[in-house]
């Protein structure tokens, strides 16, 4: 394989120092060409310090000075603001974008090295979400692959390999359940922060530790799935498996079903992304069948966790549904991560948002700008920000 040079959008986050790890170990197949961060200047700092990347993007502009100064011994182009993030992605300087930012603030970046023809490690799912349908049909115009990094569509990815055009029958995605699997209502209503940022099986950044908690990560991932593979609203299902080892699988035609496994640790499908179509060799922990272990799985419970009952609306309705979803969606879980609102309001916030904002069957990449931007000021509104 030839050196990849890695552009790592969202370095300083959970993927993105996942991803930092895999290339560290893999010095001889991937260099760290650019990497970009929102606000955690030192962390981005100690990265360049390391890894000797071509271009650093710091988003918040008042850090600018900071990480240019110290930086100014090195060779490394150090740029900031939201604009850069989208004229960096715009270089012909890399070989693969990491998509690892967080929420709609990836969308711009990673539609931009679409653009331009460089293949994308999807983790930023939000992307697919907000504007499915135009960043896949541009992959599919600039022949462009987008390989998964989310561990259940990087295991139905696996699951496709070799089956070339064998249509998929339907995906079962699967979902630890979060923190609160089994509670009721009576208990969400107080669950606080702390609490809800306590997963289970995966140390993941706030947003989506929080989206996991509440169901709605599944939701998103749904619309991911739709997108990534092509699939009708009613060929994505939801099993929850506590114990995260199947990670999903794809049912064909003929019955067959495939599952990928292995304990869950993402630096597993950050590095198949990233070396995809290969294999590399790793001495991550593994999975063992003859240590006394149980695999359970059960049903979605979504009449308590309202928000998979949304997102399922949101994918079967598609046009801007979704992206308004998701928008709300980020605004209820910044106000959560705040203490400003409760654990079941998110929903509420949710619902209302979907309901308020005028549905558009066939959104322009504008108009996906305009609802986006609609249902985070309504969804604002409700909350009093
Ligand atoms: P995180 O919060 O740990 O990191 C987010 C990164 O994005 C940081 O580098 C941050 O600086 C940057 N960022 C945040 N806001 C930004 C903005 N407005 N503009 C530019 N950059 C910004 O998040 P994470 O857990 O690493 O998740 C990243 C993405 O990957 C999310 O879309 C998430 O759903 C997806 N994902 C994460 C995991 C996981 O295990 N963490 C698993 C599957 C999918
Ligand atoms: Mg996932």
Same mark, same amino acid.
């Given at each position: ?8 959008f ?7 120092t996942?991803?930092l ?9 991937f260099?760290a060409e650019v ?9 981005l ?7 000797n ?8 502009e ?8 110290? !930086?100014?011994?090195? %060779? ?13 992605? @715009?270089?012909?300087?890399? %070989? ?13 970046? $990673? ?6 023809g460089k293949?994308?490690?999807?983790a930023n799912k ?6 499915? %349908? ?13 390989i998964?990094?989310d561990?259940?569509h990087? @295991?139905?990815?696996q699951c496709?390999v070799?089956?070339n055009?064998n249509?998929?029958d ?10 609160? !699997? ?11 922060r ?5 997963h289970?099986?995966w140390?993941?950044? @706030?947003?989506?530790?929080i ?5 709605m990560?599944?939701? !998103? /991932?749904?619309?991911e799935?739709k997108?990534?593979?092509?699939l009708k ?6 099993l929850?498996?506590?114990?995260s080892?199947?990670?999903?699988m ?9 599952a990928?496994?292995?304990l ?18 790793n ?5 063992d069948?003859?240590?006394?272990? $149980? !695999? ?6 979504i009449?308590?966790?309202r ?6 609306e949101?994918?079967?309705?598609g ?5 308004v ?5 980020e605004?209820?879980?910044? @106000? ?12 509420d916030?949710? /619902? ?8 558009i069957?066939q959104p $322009?990449?504008? /108009?996906?700008?305009?609802? %986006? ?5 309504f ?5 009093h920000l």
């Open positions: 394989m030839m050196q990849k040079r890695i552009a790592i969202g370095s300083t986050g959970s993927i993105g996942q991803a790890e895999v290339i560290a170990a893999n010095p001889s197949l260099t990497l970009t961060a929102q606000s955690n200047d030192d962390l700092i100690k990265q360049a310090l390391q890894f990347p071509n271009i650093v993007v710091i988003g918040d008042t850090r600018y000075q900071k990480v240019k100064d110290a !930086l100014a011994k090195t %060779d490394t182009k150090v740029f900031a603001g939201e604009k850069a993030l989208e004229e960096v992605a @715009a270089m012909d300087c890399y %070989d693969l974008m990491l998509a690892g930012i967080v929420g709609f603030a990836g969308l711009k970046p $990673t539609l931009q090295a679409v653009e331009q293949p994308v490690a999807l939000e992307t697919l979400v907000v504007a499915g %349908d135009i960043v896949m049909q541009k992959a599919i115009e600039k022949r462009v692959p987008i998964p990094v561990s259940e990087s @295991a139905i990815f496709l070799g089956e055009l249509p998929i339907k995906i079962i995605l699967t979902a630890s359940g979060g923190p609160f !699997l089994g509670k009721k209502p009576n208990f969400l209503v107080n669950v606080k702390d609490h809800a940022l306590q289970p099986n140390s993941m950044g @706030a947003k989506i530790t989206d996991s908690a509440t169901l990560n599944k939701g !998103l /991932e749904m619309i799935a997108w990534l593979f092509n609203p009613d060929q994505v299902q939801v929850v498996h506590p114990q080892i199947i990670h999903s794809v049912q064909f035609e003929d019955g067959s079903i495939k990928q496994m292995g869950p640790d993402m630096k597993l499908p950050i590095q198949y992304a990233l070396a995809f179509p290969q294999r590399l060799a001495k991550f922990p593994r999975y069948f003859r240590r006394p272990n $149980t !695999l359970n799985f059960e049903e979605p419970d009449k308590t966790f928000n998979l009952a949304l997102a399922t949101a994918l079967h309705k046009g801007n549904l979704p992206c979803l998701n928008a709300a969606n605004i209820a879980v910044f @106000a959560f991560l705040r203490n400003r609102v409760g654990f079941l309001d998110m929903t916030v949710i /619902e209302r948002t979907m309901e308020k904002v005028a549905f069957g $322009t990449l504008e /108009e996906y700008f305009e609802s %986006d931007a609609e249902a985070r000021e969804a604002a509104t409700l909350i």
